[in-house]
């Protein structure tokens, strides 16, 4: 119990420090300017901006009690070190963290020259994938508004500022102190957080599989998941999905170690309680499988006995309180400047009515199924049969303790978002469940692995091999099927350029944007060279544009421009059509005579 109160102290105390430091010099001035920041939460609709509600004096309140918890924490944190059993809780903490460093290099040290080699090749061919994926890939419209709307405009609007759930905070955060680094390389700042976290999130938990489990289990649930089209995609995008994962697979084993290793807890509680609130404020999500864990670990305390059953269960209830109580710290800006409402009422998990849930939930299994898993109907089938026969595995006698808990924390991940899905109605986002591809390849891995043991010489072995070998050929070609969609992508954005430097190099005037997508990125464009184009996004019947922006094949109707009859073809690519007035002759990408 020492262990968990003395780090909801810490992490009460860093946390605080830094939305000090964050606020501490940003007066309200700077709060009202994000009355300002447009965001595009629909990009048909144009940019849209967030009236905030808070005023003066609810900003310095706030401002106050963020210094009021610095000060108690301050104060709490001292009190505690200051006490022997708490300085001795620290120095066995850092004792653990030094033995499990320890362990994973003796982990290591344990392969064969073989198993390196193909560890090694392993990992090289997956950063290189997701290095292609990023380089060739242009920014997707999420990434370009995450970084216009948060990360551009500083860590006051990446904290405070919530109009949609498109800010993950954290990985926000990361992003802006690589903008510090690299000012102006867009991609670069967006993405290369997320490639190496995700780099490091593989080697981890792929030395963690090899240590809790086996390094045949590790290699095939690290490369299965490792080469489906999500895990690379969101390997290489500016995104906190990723993030989220690699939080996710920290707590997972930490939990692990709570229930199947007699040493190292006080560094498992730390690393439990630390991955779920930077999970959490990553992705607001996380709570799912937080829940998830929570479950698993009040289970394990239940069928513990006596005094044991009173102590454990007593410590997850006061890592559940510090896990809460730091989250609630961590979004109060939000809760002060955009409203707790913009957080907590967030459309992408929003209840819907039972008819609605029933009558697009078909639609949202085939669709979901496909974008985690690969073809729709293998997956579901697959999905079935690992939920509904895990338990039956757990059910059996003799089971080991350790594979016991891993495959129960396992099978949690990947039910409980599903359970909660149906008691709420809600649909939650493909990508916001990219970690149940993760545990939903390790079940199978495990199932795997007990054939090739049990069987290690007859056919089911060499079936299960053969299988393992044909997914990882078919997730390939899936990857090499995606390479034109890439160039296109990439291609698509260089002609947007071209067309936002045309329209920069004539006389100004009022620009009309038909075509959604180039009004996304003309903004972008004006916003990094400070040179905005002044966009309308709405034509209402007499107003007066300059330019006209029209997605290609989609020409103007007379009745709708009657007031702006001197409009011709003045720029054409193939995306799209911009039109202009005929009195002001330029040269243009493709001669209109």
């Known amino acids: 119990m020492r262990i968990v109160l003395l780090v909801a102290a810490l992490g009460v105390l860093g946390t605080s420090a830094l939305l000090v430091l964050i606020y501490g010099t940003a007066g309200y001035a700077e709060i009202a300017a994000l009355r300002q920041v447009a965001y595009f939460e629909f990009h048909v609709d144009g940019p849209v901006y967030l009236a905030l509600g808070v005023t003066p004096a609810a900003y310095a309140q706030f401002r106050l009690g963020l210094l009021l918890v610095l000060g108690g924490s301050l104060a709490g944190t001292a009190y505690l070190l200051g006490r022997r059993a708490f300085r001795l809780e620290g120095r066995r903490l850092i004792r653990e963290l ?7 290099r003796r982990t290591v040290a344990a392969r064969s020259r073989a198993e390196l080699g193909l560890a090694g090749g ?27 709307a948060f990360v551009h405009q500083g860590p006051v609007a990446i904290t405070g500022y919530y109009p949609i759930p498109n800010n993950h905070m954290l990985y926000n955060l990361l992003c802006w102190g690589l ?12 993405r290369l957080p997320s490639f190496l976290i995700s780099t490091l999130g593989t080697v981890l938990s792929y030395a963690l599989l090899t240590y809790f489990r086996s390094f045949r289990v590790a290699t095939v649930v690290t490369a299965s ?6 895990a690379v995609g969101y390997a290489a995008a500016g995104r906190g999905y990723f993030l989220q994962l690699v939080c996710l697979q920290f707590a997972f084993f930490a939990v692990l170690t709570l229930l199947t290793r007699p040493r190292g807890r ?10 779920c609130n930077a999970g959490l404020y990553a992705v607001p999500t996380f709570a799912v499988p937080a829940l998830a864990l929570g ?28 896990i809460g109580g730091l989250a609630a710290l961590l979004y109060w800006p939000v809760g002060s400047i955009s409203g707790w409402p913009r957080l907590l009422g967030n459309r992408y998990v929003a209840s819907q009515s039972l008819a609605d849930f029933l009558l697009f939930g078909k639609n949202y299994l085939y669709d979901t199924a496909g974008l985690l898993y690969g073809q729709p109907r293998a997956a579901l089938v697959l999905w079935g049969a690992v939920v509904l026969g895990a338990p039956v595995v757990l059910a059996r006698p003799g089971q080991l303790a350790a594979t016991r808990w891993l495959v129960a924390a396992s099978w949690a991940l990947v039910a409980v978002p599903a359970a909660v899905m149906v008691m709420k109605r809600v649909f939650i986002p493909a990508r916001a469940l990219l970690y149940t591809t993760y545990f939903l390849y390790l079940l199978v891995a495990l199932a795997i692995d007990y054939v090739w043991q049990r069987w290690p010489r007859k056919w089911p072995a060499r079936a299960a091999a053969g299988a393992v070998a044909a997914v990882l050929v078919l997730k390939l070609l899936a990857l090499g099927a995606q390479l034109p969609v890439l160039w296109q992508s990439r291609a698509r954005a260089a002609t947007a350029v071209q067309a936002y430097q045309w329209l920069q190099r004539r006389p100004a005037g009022p620009v009309f944007i038909g075509a959604p997508y180039y009004g996304l990125l003309f903004y972008h464009f004006g916003l990094l060279d400070n040179r905005p184009l002044p966009m309308r996004y709405r034509h209402r019947p007499g107003e007066y544009f300059r330019y006209v922006v029209m997605p290609q094949g989609q020409p103007l109707q007379p009745s709708e421009w009657a007031l702006n009859p001197a409009l011709r073809v003045r720029y054409q690519d193939e995306l799209v059509t911009i039109y202009g007035n005929a009195t002001h002759k330029t040269a243009t990408r493709k001669a209109i005579p």
């Open 295 to 322: 479950l698993v670990l009040l289970g394990a305390g239940a069928t513990f006995t006596g005094r044991r059953r009173a102590y454990f269960l007593g410590q997850v209830l006061a890592t559940g309180l510090a």
């Open 225 to 230: 998941f490792g080469f489906s089209e999500i």
């Open 179 to 190: 903008k510090l680094a690299l000012p102006g390389q867009v991609q670069a700042i967006m």
């Open 266 to 275: 006080r560094l498992a509680w730390t690393v439990f309680i630390g991955s």
């Open 122 to 148: 392993l990992l090289l061919a997956l950063g290189g994938v997701q290095l292609a994926w990023l380089g060739i890939d242009s920014l997707s419209p999420d990434e370009l508004v995450s970084y216009d």
């Open 98 to 104: 030094r033995g499990a460093v320890l362990a994973l």
